[in-house]
């Protein structure tokens, strides 16, 4: 019934100390989930209740109320409490700790969570109190025909939803999936607009675009691949490049006569302290800072999970690391599209016609059923990467960019599409896939 039969609701059903369905407690597909819900099996008067739920409260209804004024509240064997009112909060705080761990997840995550991480119902060695074998619940009777109470039995999936809540397991699941892809900037969020860092958040590694400007306040990209070296940190070198411009045809591979070329000039830091807060610690040319980031947010957040579908072209989010198709024919070069609701915002790292790095980004509003179109622009000088403070985009020194062309993304599937640009005058267009460097890479919903 109602409200459990709801779309969008999340039903529990109560189980027994050994893992049956308790005889107060519901049944039926609308359930999702159970929990324990207390049973004193075969009390008797005066007999202490064996499996009850203990809880501890307070009757103030504002303030506490003074243990000798009769404030404390607590159950016991005697003074017992039972039911699916207490099997339908566990759930719920098992909720509310996977929402602490990770805030962008939707309620189709968490159901989806919660019923992967349960543990399998029991469906041997129980029996009745009679000493009968106890036997397996059934689907409730259809309406029109005559009800029949179901007391104890076995659960199935079909009747008292996925399995019994692991609150642990769903934790863990919650944390391990942890990703950090997406684009990042200084915290708080807007306070130096005019720079920022993409990652690509694959199994153990993280590669990050960080999307800058050099001493002389010269528009520069400098990219990492940072392994995991602790259970929130990644750390790697710092690569800058230079390469054949933007609009080589063919473009040359690296290792190539004109082809990208690469050289370290420091090492960096990512700390998180949570799924959207961190610290950017870097050395660059001998200099040393620390940055406060956090993560760049300008819709719905999507949830990003490495290894679990094998098929990237299933997916419809976009967001990842992309590059010329087939995958390695032009590296050295590549864009990342952080993909939140109905907007895509790619910032492209090349070259110039100087062969000098250089970036473009553009907010991409959706225009079709698969096709993200909008603005090009190219960011041309700004406070150097090592500015304190760093002076705001429009204030003298901030950061200076200007409209060079448009971008439209074209999707065949989630693993392929075409990037096609204007960039003064000039149009191209290209076949882009994503970027594994982790097999089987990471995908977003």
């Not at 153990?204 to 990209?221: E, H, I, P, R």
């Not at 940055?291 to 719905?300: D, E, L, M």
């Amino acid at each position: 019934g109602t409200p459990a039969s709801c779309p969008g609701v999340i039903a529990v059903g109560g189980l027994r100390h050994a893992g049956s369905k308790v005889g107060f407690s519901s049944l039926g597909s609308a359930i999702a989930i159970s929990a324990p819900a207390g049973n004193c099996v075969n009390i008797g008067p005066g007999d202490a209740c064996l499996y009850p739920m203990l809880t501890t409260a307070n009757s103030g209804l504002t303030t506490p109320i003074a243990d000798a004024a009769g404030g404390s509240i607590y159950t016991d064997s005697f003074n017992i409490s039972v039911g699916t009112s207490f099997s339908a909060p566990m759930v719920t705080g098992t909720v509310a700790l996977m929402l602490a761990a990770n805030p962008a997840l939707s309620p189709v995550n968490v159901l989806a969570m919660l019923q992967a991480s349960a543990r399998p119902f029991p469906s041997t060695a129980l029996s009745n109190t009679d000493g009968t074998p106890l036997q397996q619940c059934v689907a409730p009777a259809p309406s029109g025909f005559p009800p029949f109470d179901q007391l104890e039995c076995y659960c199935t999936t079909t009747t008292c939803g996925a399995g019994m809540l692991d609150a642990g397991k769903a934790l863990t699941a919650v944390v391990s999936t942890r990703n950090y892809g997406g684009l990042w900037w200084n915290a708080p969020g807007g306070s130096e607009a005019g720079w920022g860092i993409n990652f690509a958040h694959q199994g153990d590694t993280v590669f990050a675009s960080w999307f800058t400007y050099d001493l002389t306040g010269k528009a520069w990209w400098l990219v990492m691949s940072a392994n995991k070296t602790a259970g929130n940190s990644y750390s790697g070198t710092l690569f800058q490049a230079t390469g054949p411009a933007f609009d080589a045809m063919p473009f040359p591979p690296i290792g190539s006569p004109g082809g990208a070329v690469g050289s370290s000039v420091g090492t960096g830091t990512l700390t998180f302290s949570d799924a959207s807060d961190g610290t950017f610690a870097y050395t660059v040319n001998g200099i040393s800072q620390i940055k406060s980031i956090t993560r760049q947010t300008f819709g719905p957040l999507p949830l990003c999970t490495f290894g679990q579908q094998v098929n990237l072209a299933l997916t419809s989010n976009y967001q990842d690391l992309w590059w010329a198709s087939p995958a390695g024919s032009q590296a050295g070069w590549g864009i990342n599209l952080t993909h939140e609701g109905d907007i895509i915002f790619a910032t492209w790292f090349t070259y110039d016609v100087d062969h000098t790095p250089m970036w473009l980004v553009a907010t991409l509003t959706k225009s079709g059923r698969t096709t993200y179109t909008g603005d090009l622009i190219r960011l041309t000088h700004g406070p150097a990467f090592n500015a304190m403070p760093f002076p705001a985009i429009g204030s003298p020194g901030g950061a200076t960019g200007t409209t060079v062309g448009t971008v439209t993304l074209s999707f065949f599937d989630g693993n392929s599409g075409e990037f096609d640009y204007t960039v003064n005058g000039e149009s191209q267009s290209r076949e882009i896939t994503r970027e594994v460097f982790t097999a089987p890479g990471t995908v977003c919903h």
